[in-house]
């Protein structure tokens, strides 16, 4: 996925922004949503993973809370 970070690295990436009471919320219902939109990339992706594995065990859009 362009641009895809772990989810720790997102919160040092945070921290040396200056950011403070940081909270990371995974949201995995946006990825695995993108499969109804019927986009060949991803029904590809989803095809070459692991039996019985979603792309949301890997991939997840975060929600971000921060103070600065």
Do not use: H, Q
Request: glycine content about 4%; proline content about 6%; aromatic content about 8%.
């Amino acid at each position: 996925m362009a641009g895809a970070a772990l989810i720790e690295e997102t919160k040092v990436m945070l921290e040396k922004a200056g950011f403070t009471s940081i909270i990371l919320t995974p949201n995995p219902s946006y990825v695995s949503n993108m499969l109804e939109w019927n986009d060949p990339l991803y029904k590809e992706i989803a095809e070459t993973l692991p039996c019985g594995k979603k792309i949301d065990d890997y991939v997840v859009s975060l929600s971000i809370e921060a103070r600065k």
